[in-house]
């Protein structure tokens, strides 16, 4: 990873890089303005799909979740820049890639500094032709070999204790050619495999597929069937 400091914020990049990455950039107005925003997803906030080095990335501005959200929505005390959210899933997303692992690429970061506050962003590279476990869903119930390669690939995160903090059903992506992938490792982190963790982490996942998406539909809620 590389630092760029300036007067009141902090770059962060891949240590190999090939294109330019300026702040603005992880501005949505700089994208509307060069008509490069292909798509957006709503969720806490809004996610945003841009051209981006003759591909497609993903802009993404950090709010807080609960209660302490609707006071402070976007702000989080800076003590130093390893301790912010961004910082810690930018360093992960590296890591985790260098194991081998299903994640996007990172491409830069952004920690914005006022009086002691920091905001932040971070631009991934979208996974080309993404369907989320959420979307197939709403439509039709998983198959048994994409029920496999969810299990399989979860296995593969855990035995490398690999921790997603919020494992569900909109955060598992199938691409163009159906391997899965795991996106939003906000707060994730490596740690040492555990059942006891992994299970958490497999149960919050099962609570997520008992949901009912917004069309009425219900899930068909079936074991995965990953070897563990």
Known sequence: ???????????????????????????PEYWQKNN????????????????????IAVLKHYYRGGLIGKLLSDQYIFTKLENTRVYQEFALLEQLQLMGLPVPTPLGARIS?????????????????????CEVLQARALSANELESIGHTIAQFHRAGAYHDDLNINNILFDANGKVFLIDFDKGKIMQPNSSWQHANMERLQRSFKK??????PFILMKISGKY
């Open 1 to 27: 990873m590389q630092i760029t400091k300036q007067p009141h914020s902090y770059l962060l990049t891949p240590s190999a890089l090939d294109y330019d990455i300026s702040e603005e950039m992880f501005n």
């Open 36 to 55: 490069a925003i292909v798509g957006s997803k709503e969720g806490r906030a809004t996610a945003w799909f841009v051209r981006f080095n003759q591909g």
């Open 113 to 133: 500094l006022h009086f002691g506050i920091y905001r932040a962003d971070i631009l991934t590279e979208a996974v080309p032709e993404a369907t989320s476990v």
């Open 212 to 217: 009912r998406p917004a069309n009425g539909r």
